[in-house]
């Protein structure tokens, strides 16, 4: 279960402090998929950086099976990060690493023994169907197969949640499926409690069971997939409602917002998680 309690993220900016997560409260079942869905700039990629705190939240609480996240001291955090695997939009895998040497790394910073992790990523690249792969570098593989290392990488040091920031959006349509099946197997295998943020509806409908909208940082509206099967159901909000209609991708920036942090600072953090 991951308990999303108050929580708020807010950016410092020298004229106009800027909320980009605004008191968001959110309960994630154990073993579920939970999607998270919005207009660009709403909110969402902040709101999975809060769970496993790559982005800290500047108040509220993030409990991840029944440990306060935001209570912990960093040695502690960095431990409990071992269990919170993330894959990225562009994958962000080490391009001078083949794809065994990739994952292996993820466990070395798990603190995995040397001579247990050859073995342990040879056996996450298996569940990806990347046996086959397991000496091919980043620039070898296909975007879908990149997906897949990253998917590996995340798996390796046996997670027990899977946060997934845009995780098809690089991917061709077809490639998108076999992601999302993989993403969906592993979900029913081996129970890791899933959150997706992403701008394609199609994603959210074939995979999730729970939606939650975001809107100018809030969550405003939350619903489960099956509710869509209910003629009587409509969604309150427009973009709830987009997912009753098929294929609609969303991409509104809004025009008042502070840039973001400089692309090559955020992607510098997100090496620094795996
Ligand atoms: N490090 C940062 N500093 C300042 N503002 C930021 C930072 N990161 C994000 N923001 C702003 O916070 C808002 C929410 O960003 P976020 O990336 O969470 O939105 P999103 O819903 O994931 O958007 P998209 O779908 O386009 O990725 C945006 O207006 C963004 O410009």
């Keep these: 279960m991951i308990n999303i309690k108050d929580v708020s993220t807010v950016f410092p900016s020298a004229d106009n402090p800027f909320v980009a997560v605004d008191n968001v ?12 869905i919005g207009f660009s700039g709403a909110g969402k990629s902040t709101l999975l950086r809060n769970i496993n705190l790559l982005e800290r939240p500047t108040s509220g609480q993030i409990i991840v099976d029944g440990t306060d996240l935001t209570a912990l001291n960093d040695e502690e955090l960095r431990r409990a990060r071992h269990h919170i695997g993330m894959i990225f939009q562009h994958f962000n895998l080490l391009n001078n690493r083949n794809a065994v040497e990739n994952v292996e790394l993820s466990l070395k910073f798990a603190g995995v023994p040397k001579k247990d992790r050859r073995r342990r990523a040879l056996e996450a690249l298996a569940i990806v ?32 949640v899977l946060l997934c920031d845009e995780p098809t959006s690089a991917v061709d349509p077809r490639t998108t499926a076999s992601v999302l099946q993989y993403l969906s197997d592993i979900n029913a295998q081996l129970g890791i409690t899933t959150v997706i943020v992403t701008h394609e509806m199609n994603v959210v409908k074939a995979i999730a069971d729970n939606v939650a909208v975001m809107e100018d940082g809030a969550v405003v509206e939350q619903f489960d997939i099956a509710s869509l099967k209910n003629p009587a159901f409509t969604p309150a909000t427009a973009i709830g409602r987009y997912l009753i209609s098929d294929e609609i991708s969303l991409d509104r920036k809004p025009t008042t917002a502070p840039a973001p942090a400089s692309a090559a600072t955020e992607s510098l953090k997100e090496e620094s998680y795996v």
């Design 25 to 36: 409260s959110l309960e994630i079942p154990r073993g579920s998929i939970q999607g998270i």
């Design 129 to 160: 169907d990347l046996a086959d792969k397991t000496t091919a570098y980043p620039g070898q593989l296909s975007g879908g197969q990149k997906q897949r290392v990253a998917i590996a990488r995340a798996l390796a040091t046996e997670p027990k």
